[in-house]
């Protein structure tokens, strides 16, 4: 048994420089570290799914529409992708424990700036603040799991971290959901106020300091030039359908924003390529399996992201539930994800990984391809079964593809490598966000225009229906025979936005489902044994 300092002594231990790298020798060390880990997972990415089921709350309180709201969650998720590559350079040059503590309270403060914003703009920069938070915990946690359990134990491990971003899925939207019924939408910022001082304090008692011994330098270049890549190319595809563009791509300042984008983009890739101690070191994106699985990730965060985003909007907007109601829906993806992680990691430890990866991808994407046919009448059961299979697919796959990205890799990369993998999924999840928002302004747009083509006021079908209409508003609902013709049409007008939004989000649902199955193409090449140039690295 180790003999652990006073909690004082650890405290004040925790801000001075180590003197050397110590690694506790007890046999239950890695698993109340991995308890720890699973703590921050889940603070990070419950408030990427917590604010779905308050956008519509958001929206009516700040009076602002869809493509202003989408940016309370692009800002998070770009705020994470910028600092998770920056994440493993601080952790190697300050330590892991402190910068992991201190990622934790960057959360903690952006979530209380959040439940005080005044308005949707101080919001979304209090998002980038909780955001840069939640970039420093995703990365350095895989890093500290993948450094304390042995190559026979990672799978393993690493689906029971899953599990934490399971439950954040699953029970994120649901407790969003029920805070704004009962309470306002602030408290589910709030929330975290506490939940993060427990994990802060946890960390810094339990946790021992490691630092590379290695001392890189800061890449300047690398960091400024991702930084402005990143936002203006999403402000960019966003902006194009904003309502206050009116020339769509051929705006100036979007055309503006993707010159600079491009510039900076070229500027990165080759800083990253020339530098002696690159930020996010691309010459691991040329392994065989990290490469190819960085690709699968692209492609699956757009839709998983992208979904996620909608369907609470879809549900309220167009069904009528509740913000818990639509919250609640979740629940079970996230437990079939839970359940299910640990399962594909014994099988990828085990067996053959891809199994569990291609199952997964088929369930997802038939998933996505059944909510192409929602409706305003869909009923709740057939809602539910394409989130069963969802979750399904979601738990076969992520942890079994983390495992084999993860296979070729050096352990002294573990961190680079967990950084650009966050990075890419979170990228992805940006760019699905804004891609579906602005793919369902155009959907809905050309859908109305479709029925609004179709619509001929001298068919039989409108004259009878109209028939109908005035005879049941005149004699059921008590409206003036005066009125009758011009309310039987708004009626009729109504139905038709509905459909047509509705058909927005079919389309996008049915883009997500392609996505995902391209992006499973890349796995029928990636190997699923060690290579024997990387087999004394990954093993050291």
């Known amino acids: 048994m180790i003999k652990r300092q006073p909690l004082l002594h650890r405290i004040r231990a925790f801000f001075r420089k180590p003197d050397s790298v110590i690694h506790p020798k007890h046999l239950k060390y890695k698993w109340f570290i991995l308890g720890n880990v699973m703590l921050g997972t889940f603070m990070a990415v419950l408030d990427g799914t917590v604010v779905n089921t308050g956008l519509p709350k958001i929206m009516a309180s700040f009076g602002t529409g869809l493509d202003k709201v989408q940016w309370i969650i692009t800002a998070y998720m770009l705020a994470m992708a910028v600092m998770l590559p920056t994440s493993g350079w601080l952790a190697d040059r300050f330590g892991y424990k402190r910068m992991y503590s201190l990622g934790l309270s960057g959360f903690t403060i952006g979530s209380f700036l959040c439940s005080i914003s005044p308005n949707e703009d101080i919001l979304i920069v209090s998002r980038i603040i909780q955001g840069l938070g939640a970039g420093t915990l995703q990365p350095l946690g895989m890093a500290i799991i993948t450094r304390e359990f042995p190559v026979k134990q990672r799978g393993l491990a690493l689906g029971f971290w899953g599990i934490a971003a399971a439950a954040s899925i699953s029970f994120g939207p649901t407790l969003g959901g029920f805070i704004i019924d009962n309470f306002s939408w602030p408290l589910i910022f709030g929330i975290n106020i506490p939940v993060g001082i427990i994990a802060i304090l946890f960390t810094i008692v339990i946790q021992s300091e490691y630092k590379h011994p290695a001392k890189r330098k800061f890449d300047l270049i690398g960091f400024i030039s991702i930084t402005i890549f990143l936002p203006l190319t999403l402000f960019a595809l966003s902006e194009t359908t904003a309502a206050t563009n009116t020339a769509g791509w051929h705006a100036p300042y979007i055309l503006l924003c993707a010159a600079i984008a491009l510039i900076a983009l070229t500027v990165f890739i080759t800083a990253e390529l020339t530098a002696e101690d690159p930020i996010i070191d691309l010459r691991l994106v040329l392994n065989h399996n990290f490469g190819l699985a960085l690709i699968i990730l692209v492609f699956f965060s757009i839709g998983m992201f992208g979904s996620t985003f909608l369907f609470p909007v879809y549900l309220q907007n167009s069904l009528g539930y509740t913000a818990l109601e639509a919250g609640a829906v979740f629940i079970p993806v996230g437990i079939i994800q839970g359940i299910v992680a640990p399962i594909s990691g014994r099988i990828s430890d085990r067996i053959n990984p891809k199994i569990p990866i291609i199952i997964g991808i088929l369930l997802m994407s038939f998933s996505f391809y059944l909510n192409s046919k929602l409706s305003y009448l869909s009923e709740i059961r057939s809602i539910m079964v394409s989130l069963y299979l969802r979750g399904f697919g979601m738990g076969l796959t992520f942890t079994a593809l983390n495992t084999v990205a993860l296979l070729e890799i050096p352990r002294a990369k573990m961190a680079q ?74 009626l009729i007008l109504s139905n038709l936005n509905k459909q047509a939004y509705i058909e927005g989000i079919n389309d996008d649902f049915l883009l997500s489902g392609i996505f995902t199955l391209i992006g499973g193409i890349p796995i029928f090449f990636i190997r699923t044994k060690k290579s024997n140039a990387h087999k004394s690295f990954t093993q050291e």
């Open 417 to 490: 490598a967990s950084g650009i993998s966050n990075s890419i999924r979170q990228l992805g999840g940006s760019l699905g966000v804004a891609l579906l928002a602005t793919m369902l302004t155009v959907r809905t747009i050309y859908h109305n225009q479709q029925f609004g083509t179709a619509l001929n006021a001298r068919s039989q079908a409108y004259n009878v229906t109209t028939d109908r209409l005035r005879f049941h508003l005149q004699h059921n609902a008590g409206i003036p025979p005066v009125k009758v013709e011009s309310a039987a049409s708004s």
